[in-house]
C-alpha cells in the first residue's frame, strides 16, 4: 500500500521559517520523484517544488525560489521542504506527491505527471 504523510506545518509569522517532512511507505521509494504542491482557498493548485529519484535534480516555483530547499533521504524515505522566509501568500495547504519514473533525473512541474498523493499539511503565515 503506497501512502505519502505531510508532517511540518503550522502558525508561523512573517520571515519565520518551517521545514515539512513527507514520509514515505509501500513502495521503492528511489524509483519515484517527489514534488511539493500547495493550494490555498479559492486558488487553483499549484507545484512549488520536484526533487528526481536520485535527488540530483531540482525546481521551485519563482514566487519560492531563493527562500525554499527541497532535499531527499533515500534512506529515511523521507523527502522535505525547508522553507525560510515566509510571506503571508505562502499559506495554503501543503501537498506531497509522486510519480514512478526510471530516469534518474527527471523533475517536472506538472501536476498531472503526479500519481499517489498525500492529505496535506496546513501552513498559516500571519502575524
Known amino acids: 500500500q503506497l501512502q505519502l504523510v505531510e508532517s511540518g506545518g503550522g502558525l508561523v509569522q512573517p520571515v519565520g521559517s518551517l521545514r515539512l517532512s513527507c514520509a514515505a511507505s509501500?513502495?521503492?521509494?528511489?524509483?519515484?520523484?517527489i514534488g511539493w504542491s500547495r493550494q490555498a482557498p479559492g486558488t487553483a493548485r499549484e507545484c512549488v517544488s520536484c526533487?528526481?529519484?536520485?535527488?540530483?535534480?531540482?525546481n521551485y516555483v519563482y514566487s519560492v525560489k531563493g527562500r525554499s530547499t527541497i532535499s531527499r533521504d533515500n534512506a529515511k524515505n523521507t523527502v522535505y521542504l525547508q522553507m525560510n522566509s515566509l510571506k503571508p501568500e505562502d499559506t495554503a495547504v501543503y501537498y506531497c506527491?509522486?510519480?514512478?519514473?526510471?530516469?534518474?533525473?527527471?523533475?517536472?512541474?506538472?501536476?498531472?505527471?503526479?500519481?499517489?498523493w498525500g492529505q496535506g499539511t496546513q501552513v498559516t503565515v500571519s502575524s
Open positions: 526533487i528526481s529519484s536520485s535527488g540530483s535534480k531540482t
Open positions: 506527491a509522486a510519480f514512478k519514473t526510471g530516469v534518474q533525473y527527471m523533475c517536472v512541474m506538472t501536476l498531472t505527471f503526479f500519481d499517489y
Open positions: 509501500g513502495f521503492i521509494f528511489g524509483h519515484y520523484a
